[in-house]
C-alpha cells in the first residue's frame, strides 16, 4: 500500500543523511528500501523501530547513543512479513524482553496504559490462539472480500490479556500506526465468535485507512476541537471521529458478507444482520457530525463521500434478512 512507498521515502532520506555522520549497515538499508519499493509486506516491527529512530534523531537535544541504537535496530532485520495475518500471542517464546517493551512503547495511547498490555496465561494461551485461528477461518469462509482486504494490511495479530481495565476501560482490540500491519486483541473481552470476528475486522478498517494515506491528513480540524464520537462515550476530536466514521462502514460491509452467507449458522446471520443495522445506524451519526463540523482535505473528504455512498444505498429494509 501507499505507506511502504511513503516509508521508503523517508527511510531513504534518512540513511543518505546518517552516509558519513553514523556507521550503519548499507547493505541492510538497500534492502530494506528495496523491499518497500516492491509489492511484498515488511513486518510491523519495521514501522515500530521506524518512528522510535524519527524520536530518537527528532529532538532537540538528541541522544546520539539513541539514535545509533535505534538505527541499528531498524536495520538488524528480518525485515519481510510471511503471507496472511500470522497469529504471535504475547508470551516470552514469542517475543524478548525488548520486543515485548518494543511493543507496548508502539501501542500505548492516551486511552491505553503499557501496563494494560499483558502477557497471555501459559495454561490458556493454546485455547486463545485457538479461537482466534477459527475467527479467521469464518472470516475466510464467510466473508472473503474482507478477508482478501485484511490480508493486504495486517500481518500479525498479537493476542494479550488486559491487566488492569476494567468496563469500557477494557482492551477489547487496538490498532496503531506506529506498528502499521499489527493489531492487539484480548480474547477474553468478546464473548461470541461472531463478536471475536467483527473485531478482527473493525481493526483491519483501521490500518486500511492507515495505509490507504499515510501522509495527508483527512481532516484539518484541531486537536483540541471536540465533538460527539459515533463510538465513545467521551467527546473526541474530528480525526478519530473520522477514523471511527470510515470503520463502521467497513464493518458494515464485512457484517453483511455474513449476512448473506447461506452456509453460515441461521442464529449467527441474523447476529451479523444486527451488527450490520447498528454499524449503519452509528455511521450516519458520524457522518452527520462530520457533514456539520469536519474541515476536511480533498482526500479525506473523496475517502469519506465514497463510503457515505455505500451505506447510504443500504436502506434499513435493504439490510439482508436471516
Known sequence: MRIQKRLAVSVAHILDRCRGVRPYDSQAGHELVDLLNSTRRVRPSVFGDYFALVGAIG?????????????????????????????????????????????????????????????????????DVARIEDALRLVV????????????????????????GEGDAELGACSSLERWGSMLINPDAFASSLGLCEALMHEAAHSYLYGASPVEFHVRNPIDELYKS??????????????????????????????KSQRLDPEMRCDARDRARECRDLFMQGYAVLDEHADYTDEGRAIMAAAHHYMASLEASALPES
Open 59 to 127: 529532538t532537540q537535544q538528541e541522544d546520539q547513543d539513541a539514535a545509533q541504537d535505534a538505527l541499528d535496530c531498524l536495520l538488524a532485520g528480518p525485515f519481510e512479513a510471511g503471507d496472511g495475518c500470522s497469529v504471535r500471542p504475547l508470551l516470552r517464546t514469542h517475543f524478548t524482553r525488548s520486543e515485548e517493551d518494543r511493543l507496548r512503547s508502539q501501542f500505548v495511547s492516551e486511552s491505553l496504559l503499557p501496563e494494560q498490555i499483558g502477557r497471555l496465561e501459559e495454561a490458556t494461551a493454546a485455547r
Open 230 to 259: 459515533p463510538l465513545r462515550a467521551d467527546p473526541r476530536p474530528m480525526d478519530g471521529i473520522y477514523h471511527a466514521t470510515f470503520v463502521l462502514a467497513r464493518t458494515c460491509f464485512s457484517m453483511n458478507e455474513f449476512a
Open 141 to 164: 469462509e464467510h466473508a472473503p472480500l474482507t478477508r482478501a482486504e485484511m490480508d493486504h494490511v495486517i500481518a500479525e495479530i498479537v493476542p494479550v490479556r488486559d491487566l488492569v
